[in-house]
């Protein structure tokens, strides 16, 4: 039988209600600490307007992904339901296959491949109504947390933690911490304060700027039949499309960093509007059929990808207190992991304390070693990517053949991408299975490349690129030729 625990969780975004409500069926008293005041709305839209400026992100696009939907499926059949009744709507793997891939065949395990089509507001609104229903969670809204409750005596080379601060005086003890308050995370700080070891940080910068802007289709129209690109990368833009719930669609621009200009003008929402225009993805979704619900372009800035290690030399630097989250890793947000990488974690944070209820020091290190050994490879693989594609846009921006050495051995792997993944993808149905079945979290970041059927049909399609038309822009191909489309 599970110890029963008293459980403190700082904040109350997608990690910190997926700690409550897994802790919370668990058996464990949860509180939910959330600095925003964030009284519960009645619907999704309300729920849109939500003041949540410690989470300025759920401004912007969000993927539900089927690592995400799997876990809802399989544990909470209940609240997936409420987010179906609440107009979320799901995406399965076969239902929109483009007219070019003739060999289609269902399997079984296309029924994992589902993504929800979803806010991300509403998708906080539902899981949090969840958590309130669970009768062993609590919120304490309005107030901050700003430091940690230890031990008066340690036993142990690591301070223990047994509760919080609050920025109002006050104090909560508890059996347990768990730290979700995202990306801006003052975790390592209260550590330091605390007398733990410092935490060993990995950070790199994504190279990008974001805008975002929701829409919501008229009345009696359609979404656009979405069988071909959701999206595209000119190496100068990088541009998506994402569904929503309730008729409501978003689409998300990225710029580099250093292009001060694009990013200036893509701020202004008639510049942003008539870009996803010029864009192959995007155009039909702005054809007349939908209209603006959100005034202005949010944009977000300051992206990191970010892994801090709790673990150092063996030992966790403090017990009592696990991190979740963005308080633990945070990605490209065009990659669209996290929302499930943060519900993921806390899952596996929750299993660590099913296994080790009375171990501190255990619990800590089994979870560090699962988040290792299942989200970290998708961390270093995104870090790959963004690594990459800052040297294309670099290159693009400064006039450069962004291919580069034809000698270096990272030429020929973008010729295999360019020329052989992405249109064996528009043919064939096993590397599109394959493929989907990585981007949703599904298989392991190499497995795509490491099935010697799918990475035989790949190269097959590389080999064969001189007899195939080129490929179809997804937009202007320079990014002089953009510019010169956009308003003044």
């Not at 307007?49 to 410690?54: E, K, Q, S, V, Y």
């Not at 308050?181 to 007398?195: D, K």
């Not at 290190?365 to 270093?380: G, N, Q, T, V």
């Not at 790959?384 to 792997?413: H, N």
Request: hydrophobic content about 45%.
């Amino acid at each position: 039988m599970v110890a029963l625990m008293r459980v403190i969780v700082v904040g109350g975004g997608v990690s910190g209600l997926g700690s409550a409500l897994v802790l919370a069926r668990q058996g464990h008293e949860v509180t939910v600490v959330e600095r925003d005041d964030t009284p519960m709305p009645s619907s999704a839209d309300e729920a849109f307007d939500w003041d949540r400026r410690g989470a300025p992100q759920v401004r912007h696009s969000h993927a539900f992904l089927a690592r995400l939907v799997g876990l809802l499926r399989r544990d909470y059949a209940d609240i997936y339901a409420q987010l179906l009744h609440e107009g979320a709507t799901e995406m399965r793997f076969g239902d929109d296959i483009p007219d070019t891939i003739t060999n289609f065949e269902r399997v079984p395990d296309d029924d994992e491949l589902v993504m929800l089509a979803c806010r991300r507001t509403t998708f906080e609104w539902v899981l949090r109504r969840a958590a309130v229903a669970e009768g062993r969670v609590t919120f304490r809204t309005g107030v901050g947390v700003v430091g940690l409750l230890t031990a008066d005596t340690a036993d142990g080379p690591v301070p223990h933690i047994t509760g919080v601060h609050l920025a109002d005086g006050s104090t909560i003890d508890g059996d347990l911490t768990v730290v979700a308050a995202g990306r801006r995370s003052a975790l390592s700080e209260w550590l330091l304060a605390a007398g733990a070891a410092p935490v060993a940080e990995e950070v790199d910068d994504t190279g990008i700027v974001y805008f975002s802007r929701f829409y919501r289709l008229l009345p009696d129209a359609e979404y656009p039949p979405r069988t071909g690109p959701i999206g595209g990368d000119l190496g100068y833009l990088k541009y998506g499309v994402f569904v929503g719930d309730n008729q409501t669609f978003s689409v998300t621009l990225a710029t580099p960093t250093n292009d001060d200009e694009l990013r200036k003008m893509l701020a202004d929402p008639a510049v942003f509007d008539a870009c996803a225009r010029q864009l192959v993805a995007t155009a039909p979704w702005l054809d007349g059929r939908a209209e603006p619900i959100t005034e202005q372009v949010h944009v977000m800035a300051g992206l990191l990808n970010r892994w801090r290690d709790h673990v150092v030399g063996g030992l966790p630097v403090a017990t009592g207190v696990l991190p979740v989250g963005d308080a633990v890793l945070c990605t490209n947000p065009l990659y669209g992991r996290g929302c499930s990488t943060a519900f993921w974690s806390a899952h596996l944070m929750a299993d660590a304390v099913a296994a080790h209820p009375d171990d501190p020091a255990a619990m800590a290190l089994a979870y560090d070693s699962a988040l290792r050994a299942e989200i970290f490879p998708w961390y270093r693989a995104g870090v790959d990517q963004d690594t990459e594609a800052r040297r294309v846009a670099a290159a693009m921006l400064s006039g450069e053949d962004p291919d580069g050495d034809s000698t270096d051995p990272r030429t020929f792997m973008r010729s295999v991408f360019r020329d052989g993944l992405l249109p064996a993808m528009r043919s064939d149905a096993v590397v599109l299975r394959a493929f989907f079945r990585s981007f949703n979290l599904l298989s392991t970041p190499d497995q795509l490349m490491k099935d010697t059927d799918v990475s035989a049909r790949v190269l097959a399609a590389w080999q064969d690129r001189e007899n195939r038309p080129a490929e179809p822009l997804l937009g202007p191909k320079r990014r002089t030729d953009l510019l010169a489309l956009l308003p003044v």
